[in-house]
């Protein structure tokens, strides 16, 4: 026998993108100056101070991928390599200890690998999200860093992100800030989620899918959504993603880039976008893990309309292009550029 699994019996098509508890995850827990072996549990509880730093002063941070069933029936993950340096550059800038890259791999594996029954199957169109996190659980009431962290890493599977197609969506250009120069813009905290709550509520009252938030110093250029990078196409098919230092660098996004690049062999350029010259632009998506590109058709700056040439029942072609090519790498359909797939068993 091959030792197979039984898959869980889930609806997968029908998930949605929601918290299922899984079998097993992982925590480590740094003290005295060094992280603990780490283990699996099977315990989805915490029992942390009620003065616990994250509690007081949200010091927190995460990483989402995901696991996905290729179409030989093996389980990957995609670049996790970027997701450990990035949660490195996080650590280092919220004051907080740094799990170790070959650590936070060998984690994000072991989960996955225990709750393999949870992996969606391929043509799903479901996966396994990974959510790596860590956080002060140690007490602090003076304004520091905390002494004590607990790095964890749960899975919980998720369902298609576009059910029935990709439908475009309408946003608008918010008058919230999201990151100010030389803040947290460019790293994976949580603080950076708690503040935009309001705004994104705010935008779904008022009918709008997402915020578009521009820079806060001048107000003239496209920075990110709350959770998405942008990539736009111009009319002479040219991939363009807007270049600040308070984006944060979505992987998503930067592997579009190479695809759009070696595989489709179009112009990239990642430069200052101006909200003015939106309006010239052929196609706009965002760019994230959850949904790899979701197109963008209509975006609302304070009721002027700027409406897309790829309109509003579609992807534009690049845009469904690049989410193909993308996808089929993510799946296993499409040969990945080196080091790319990140084979779990
Ligand atoms: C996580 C995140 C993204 C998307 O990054 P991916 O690595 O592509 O998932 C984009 N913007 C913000 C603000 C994020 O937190």
């Known amino acids: 026998m091959s030792g197979e699994i039984e898959k869980k019996q889930m609806d997968w098509a029908n998930i949605g993108f929601n918290y299922h508890v899984t079998d097993q995850r992982y925590v480590s827990n740094y003290k005295d100056g060094k992280w603990d072996d780490g283990v699996l549990t099977s315990d989805d509880k915490i029992t942390i101070s009620e003065c616990a730093g994250v509690l007081q002063y949200s010091q927190s941070c995460f990483e989402g991928l995901k696991a996905y069933t290729t179409e030989d029936g093996k389980i990957v993950t995609f670049r996790p390599d970027l997701n450990a340096e990035r949660m490195e550059n996080t650590c280092k800038r919220l004051e907080m200890p740094v799990f170790p890259k070959e650590r936070f791999i060998d984690a994000i594996e072991r989960v996955v690998a225990a709750n ?53 969506l309408t946003i608008k250009v918010s008058d919230f800030d999201r990151a100010a120069p030389h803040g947290t813009g460019h790293v994976k905290a949580g603080l950076n989620y708690a503040m935009s709550l309001h705004a994104i509520v705010t935008a779904h009252e008022e009918g709008y899918s997402e915020n578009m938030y521009l820079d806060p110093a001048t107000r003239t250029k496209v920075e990110e959504t709350g959770g998405a990078n942008f990539l736009f196409v111009t009319k002479d098919q040219k991939v363009v993603t807007p270049k600040s230092e308070s984006i944060l ?11 759009a690049k070696d595989y489709l062999g179009l112009e990239v350029e990642e430069r200052e976008i101006l909200l003015e010259e939106v309006k010239d632009f052929a196609e706009c998506g965002l760019c994230g893990t959850a949904a790899v590109i979701s197109p963008v058709g209509k975006i609302v700056d304070h009721g002027k309309e700027i409406c897309l040439p790829s309109g509003m029942d579609e992807m534009g072609p690049i845009t469904k292009k690049l989410y193909d090519t993308l996808t089929g790498i993510q799946m296993g359909r499409i040969e990945a550029p080196e080091g790319w797939i990140h084979v779990i068993k």
């Open 116 to 168: 393999e029954a949870y992996v969606p199957p391929y043509g799903s169109g479901a996966t396994l999200y990974i959510r790596p996190y860590m956080f002060a659980s140690s007490p602090v009431i003076g304004v520091k860093p905390a002494e004590e962290y607990q790095f964890r890493v749960l899975v919980t599977p998720v369902g298609p992100y576009f059910k029935g197609g990709a439908k475009p």
């Open 249 to 259: 660098p979505s992987i998503t996004r930067r592997s579009l880039m190479i695809v």
